[in-house]
């Protein structure tokens, strides 16, 4: 088992940044494909970015490409997503996820049932 904790989230005014970060702990592997989805209300998880484990190619949905940057630290057990112009379309509870495969294809990485593992989300809500 894989046990993710995001944090970062917060209130913040249009234009601001956020960086989130999600710890990763127990049977976890530096191979590991990791990502990041938002719950916006009342709509469907949606994916943002993500990293391959073995190679750290990384892929963006259209919306963020620019603004968010996804990394990780192997070492620590970390990713994270760097948010930066944010605005107000960008609230909502936003979620990391691992999964075991080492190679994602632009098509796969934003597909959330290839995901096994996931955190509790971290709320962020950006003002105008």
């Known amino acids: 088992q894989v046990q993710l904790v995001e944090s970062g989230g917060g209130l913040v005014k249009a234009g601001d940044s956020l960086r989130l970060s999600c710890s990763a702990s127990?049977?976890?592997?530096?191979?590991?494909?990791l990502g990041w989805f938002r719950q916006p209300p009342g709509k469907e998880r949606e994916f943002l970015a993500a990293?391959?484990?073995?190679?750290?190619?990384?892929y963006y949905a259209d919306s963020v490409k620019g603004r968010f940057t996804v990394s990780r630290d192997n070492a620590e057990n970390r990713v994270y997503l760097q948010m930066n112009s944010l605005k107000p379309e960008d609230t909502a509870v936003y979620y990391c996820?691992?999964?075991?495969?080492?190679?994602?294809?632009?098509?796969?990485?934003?597909?959330?049932?290839?995901?096994?593992?996931w955190g509790q989300g971290t709320q962020v809500t950006v003002s105008s």
């Open positions: 996820a691992a999964s075991q495969s080492a190679y994602f294809s632009s098509s796969s990485a934003s597909r959330p049932g290839n995901y096994a593992y």
């Open positions: 127990g049977r976890t592997s530096s191979t590991y494909s």
């Open positions: 990293i391959n484990g073995r190679n750290g190619l990384k």
